[in-house]
C-alpha cells in the first residue's frame, strides 16, 4: 500500500482536484483505492460518493478522525489524502509521518507562492521531509503556459530546492469532472489525452519515488 499526501497550506490551489484525480487514475488502473478526506467541506468525500456506480469506485475515507487509518480494508493498495487549507506542519503531522509521497499544488501569483514559501519551511522541519526520508514534488496548476505570469512563476519554483515535477493547464474540464464524481482519466478523446500527458510527469515520479 502506497499512500500519497496533497497538501498546501493555501487554500484554492487545487488540492481536492488533484487528490480526486490520483486517486481515479489508480482507480481506472485497477489499484484497490481509498480517498482519505481530511477536509471538513468534505468534498474529496462527495466526488467518492458521486463515481460509487462506476467500476473504478474509491472508497471515501473521514480523514479528520485520528482513527482514520483503522477504516481502510486491509486489501488496499493506494491512498490518496486531501487535506484542508491552512494546515502546516503540526496538523499534517498524522499524514505526514506515514505517506510516501508529498504533492505540492502551486499556482502562478506572488501570494501562492509566498503561501507555499511558508508551506514548505514549516513541512521542512518534520523529520521525515528533513531527512530526505519523505519525498516532496512542486506541482504547477492552473497554468496559462503561454502567459508571462505562469512562465515566471515556474522560473521561481524551478530555483527552488524541491523538484517541479509537473505543470497542470488551467481547464474548466476539471470543474465539471470534478462535480461529476469523474476525471480526465475516466475519457479517452484527444482532447482530454493532451490534459492526461501534463500529468505523466507527477505520476512517472509518484511511481518511481513511492
Not at 481530511?38 to 482513527?67: F, I, N
Not at 505540492?104 to 511558508?118: C, F, G, N, T
Request: glycine letters at 6%; charged letters at 25%.
Amino acid at each position: 500500500m502506497k499512500t500519497w499526501l496533497v497538501a498546501c497550506s493555501k487554500g484554492g490551489v487545487g488540492k481536492t482536484t488533484i487528490a480526486t484525480h490520483l486517486a481515479a487514475q489508480a482507480a481506472v488502473d485497477g489499484l484497490r483505492t481509498a480517498l482519505v478526506d481530511a477536509d471538513p467541506q468534505g468534498s474529496a468525500t462527495r466526488w467518492c460518493e458521486r463515481r460509487a456506480d462506476l467500476a473504478s469506485a474509491v472508497l471515501p475515507v473521514d480523514g479528520t478522525r485520528k482513527s482514520w487509518r483503522k477504516h481502510l480494508p486491509d486489501d488496499t493498495q493506494r491512498v490518496v489524502v486531501d487535506t484542508p487549507a491552512g494546515a502546516m506542519e503540526r496538523e499534517l503531522e498524522p499524514f505526514l509521518d506515514v505517506a510516501d509521497a508529498l504533492v505540492v499544488p502551486v499556482q502562478p501569483s506572488a501570494l501562492d507562492i509566498e503561501a507555499a514559501v511558508r508551506f514548505l519551511e514549516s513541512v521542512g522541519r518534520h523529520p521525515r521531509v528533513r531527512k530526505g526520508k519523505l519525498r516532496l514534488a512542486l506541482v504547477g496548476n492552473r497554468l496559462k503556459p503561454h502567459t508571462n505570469a505562469s512562465q515566471q512563476a515556474m522560473e521561481v519554483l524551478r530555483s527552488w530546492p524541491f523538484p517541479l515535477v509537473a505543470q497542470l493547464r488551467d481547464s474548466q474540464a476539471y470543474v465539471v469532472l470534478t462535480g461529476l464524481g469523474k476525471s480526465l482519466f475516466d475519457y479517452h478523446s484527444a482532447q482530454v489525452r493532451e490534459h492526461q500527458a501534463d500529468w505523466e510527469p507527477l505520476l512517472h515520479w509518484l511511481d518511481k519515488r513511492g
